[in-house]
């Protein structure tokens, strides 16, 4: 009687926290939805042409024939009205080896679900391990490239200068409008399957959420370039 209870409570337990995770156009994410999952698309192009500014951070796969980042999982980006039922934004981190200015970013992100079809791409100081609140720039992008599961369109912001200090932790932080119910997913890079980076995610970050960084081989996918001395 007892082994038979205790079955049932877990089983009821584990159904309800699988009623958390979102679904919708063949996407899904992990129960507590902070990454998104789908099946392959379509290969549109897979390695990434290049760029007129000298690299100054990436972790795209640019040497492998077969896509420069992986099509079908990475990081929750949701609005504070989007189906998934909380806002997620995402960050990853990065140090120039010497003093740059940034003019041009490539990044994965696709959209998955919602009415609204932009994101917030800031470029923020660190703040003991984490992006700080204040963006030193930001720009509203547009994601038009591709939907999620597809490889391998970047999205491209350029015609910047921002100026960074050589070995100096900085991040790019993908985030919502206030109103917004996009449903989008930062695709993960797979060039280094060894060696840690550093991301951050926040949930609710404008109403009080804080955001928690950590170490991983599965970062986001990024590219800036610019002009290195």
Known sequence: MYKKTLLTLTVLALASL??????KNGAYTSVDGLKTYTAPVKVINPSVPAGKDPVIFSNLANKYPKGVYFCCEGGTIAG?????????????????????????????????????????????????GVP?????????????????????????????????TAG????????TEAASDIWAAWNVEVSDQVDLGNIAQ??????????SGYQTNLGYSLQAGGTVP
């Open 80 to 128: 504070a009205t989007s189906i998934i039922g909380e806002e997620i934004w995402d960050a990853v981190a990065f140090t120039p080896a010497s003093n740059s200015h940034v003019k041009t970013l490539k990044f994965a992100i696709s959209y998955v679900y919602g009415t609204y079809t932009d994101v917030i791409i800031s470029l923020n100081a660190d703040c003991s």
């Open 18 to 23: 699988t009623a958390f995770a979102a679904d």
């Open 202 to 211: 926040c949930v609710n970050c404008s109403s009080g959420g804080t955001w």
């Open 132 to 164: 700080c609140s204040t963006p030193l720039k930001h720009w509203k992008e547009t994601l038009m490239t591709q939907t999620f599961g597809g490889c391998c369109a970047l999205e491209v912001i350029s015609n910047k200068n921002v100026s960074l």
């Open 168 to 175: 100096t932790q900085y991040w790019i932080v993908a985030s």
